[in-house]
């Protein structure tokens, strides 16, 4: 196991309908020092690819995405959840549904933000059905610039939204991809990674 | 100037209804050299502080506040809006109306994450009313928990949020305080500050 999966099998919780809680560490309270570790661990994977921006959405996916960034000395550009009288008519325009919240979200980049041909790396907390990072690579490729690839922290191996993005010829790194999880012996099933 | 005056002046733009833009570096694209300089000020203005935790709310005040956390080397909780099916029912919660939104929302921070006698650092991108600080403030309390101080990107010193909650006793530290600006002129006036 990798340090991500002894922490997943440490203090997250698995609960009924397919949902694990990582609340203590990663998305409600974040520890600082795996941040840091997830950070460095994204640049060794992403390591020969040039990378101009890293771009993810909000909430929780910008405390990871910050320290993504600050490995790869590049701006972080954060995709927003509905419009805001603060953001201007000019922007890239995704539908995205959340799986957690079980609603559509209009997301938006400015387009002042995201220009033709830089490379972009995209960083999420979670990868479920994909629709949140289909949202982003679309986004991405409407501005002309290039996927280099997406960095995710834990993926639900048993949703689709993996291997959609994959066969569409993606590069995504999970640093944890759970097979199976079972809330009522609270087993967990990673799968094997190199 | 500071090193966020003299930001502020280069790449924020001053729209009518007394709207600062940062989002070229602070809210939407964000500068991660930047975060660490704004992380290790908060750090030097709150150094004879007893620290346990950082507190901010999502989306946008993450990012800062995670460099802060760093800084001081604890954990960052960031209060969630609205309710999430990921979220247990055992939670402290404060109503908090947005200025940029319009709206009320709910926010949440689970009562795992924050405990009796903790010495809170609550750090927010901007104060301008001051509703989000005062949701922040009146859940650590809640909890019983001692707020050892509010830190803040961006104040708008024309607005009451910042003298209400200082004549409340609060320790606010501002690194920018606006004290009047102007979208045809683009002028900005800072407070001065030692």
Known sequence: MNFLEERIVKDGIIKSGNV????????????????????????????????????????????????????????????????????DGDMYVAEVESFTHKNKNQVIVSKRFLHEGEHILIVDDFLANGCALQGLISITESAGAVVEGCGIVIEKGFQFGGRVIRNMGYHVESLAIVDAMDAESGKITFRAQD
Chains 1, 2 share one sequence.
Do not use: C, Y
Request: no cysteine; aromatic share 8%; hydrophobic share 45%.
């Open 20 to 87: 694990l809680k990582v609340d203590s560490f990663l998305n409600h309270q974040m520890d600082i020092s795996l941040m840091e570790e997830i950070g460095r661990e994204f640049k060794r994977r992403f390591a020969h690819k040039t990378i101009d921006k890293v771009i993810t959405i909000e909430a929780s996916g910008i405390g990871i995405a910050a320290f993504v960034a600050k490995e790869f000395g590049v701006p972080l550009v954060f995709a927003k959840k509905s419009k805001s009288i603060n953001i």
